[in-house]
T-cell receptor, first 110, second 115 residues
């Protein structure tokens, strides 16, 4: 089973703080996606990382893909209440299936 | 247009009712998916349609019956559900390249409550 271990499971911080979420596996990814889901809505695709060592930025969000393509991280700078939500990493497997990490529930307090 | 639409947004049904959830996408994606999601948990895959044919059924009970009338539409027919089936039901779609699909685009979901 190609599990994705995501940590931390819960994160509660004050507005303006920085945070990092991690996604790890024992096997190599061909690609990895990060999604954010707000309460009552569906997951929204934030980014796809494909190349080992790749870094992508989306405003205050920085996504890294490990050199060995077994791990990824999401770093948020100066978090805002609007960043609150469930963050999910996911990898594609055969036949169109997505394997999700357990998710990180982020709460940013004003 | 990267939008997947789902109707209804909310649904309350009794255990003897029959209802249907609907999903639509106009991105030209040839793979469509149904997921079930419980609160604060990742989505759980139920069904995958590839080129309008059912390719994956994750051992879902027969009270859930999927249907893909065409490449843009996906339905989930519900009958004789149980209270534990109450959840957010998500539809997603993706491209299929060389038989493999990765990036999935999700709809907003249908919040289902079974009474």
């Amino acid at each position: 089973t190609q599990l994705l271990e995501q940590s931390p499971q819960f994160l509660s911080i004050q507005e303006g703080e920085n945070l990092t979420v991690y996604c790890n596996s024992s096997s190599v990814f061909s690609s990895l996606q990060w999604y954010r889901q707000e309460p009552g809505e569906g997951p929204v695709l934030l980014v796809t990382v494909v190349t080992g060592g790749e870094v992508k930025k989306l405003k205050r969000l920085t996504f890294q893909f490990g050199d060995a393509r077994k791990d990824s991280s999401l770093h948020i700078t100066a978090a805002q209440p609007g960043d609150t939500g469930l963050y999910l990493c996911a990898r594609g497997t055969s036949y169109g299936k997505l394997t999700f990490g357990q998710g990180t529930i982020l709460t940013v307090h004003p | 247009d990267t939008e997947v639409t789902q109707t209804p947004k909310h649904l309350v049904m009794g255990m003897t009712n029959k209802k249907s959830l609907k999903c639509e996408q106009h991105m030209g994606h040839r793979a469509m998916y149904w997921y079930k999601q419980k609160a604060k948990k990742p989505p759980e895959l139920m069904f995958v349609y590839s080129y309008e044919k059912l390719s994956i059924n994750e051992s879902v009970p027969s009270r859930f019956s999927p249907e893909c009338p065409n490449s843009s539409l996906l339905n989930l027919h519900l009958h004789a559900l149980q209270p534990e089936d109450s959840a957010l039901y998500l539809c997603a779609s993706s491209q299929v390249v060389a038989g493999v699909s990765y990036e999935q685009y999700f709809g907003p979901g249908t919040r289902l409550t079974v009474t």
